[in-house]
């Protein structure tokens, strides 16, 4: 039961963590599928669908990428520095 504990409380602690790839390729998931969905409905047919998850993916990567936090750490004078995560 003690391990189960710790794992999951490391899991919960990493959980938190998000890289700028985990928020590229959210976005573009994201994305990709309401650009669908959209495409989907506004068309009605398979080829604005695909139209529509192709530039919602893109369009979603880019924001997710640009919207990402940079990692800073804190040097031993106190300076920031940017490190990737």
Do not use: F, H
Request: net charge positive.
């Amino acid at each position: 039961m003690r391990k189960l504990l710790l794992v999951s409380a490391a899991a919960l602690a990493l959980a938190g963590c998000q890289t700028a790839q985990d928020r590229t390729v959210g976005g573009a998931l994201i994305g990709g599928t309401g650009g669908a969905l959209v495409g989907a409905a506004a068309t009605g047919t398979a080829g604005g669908a695909l139209v529509g998850g192709l530039v919602g993916g893109v369009a979603g990567a880019a924001i997710g990428n640009a919207t990402a936090e940079p990692c800073y750490i804190r040097n031993r004078y106190g300076e920031l520095r940017r490190v990737r995560c």
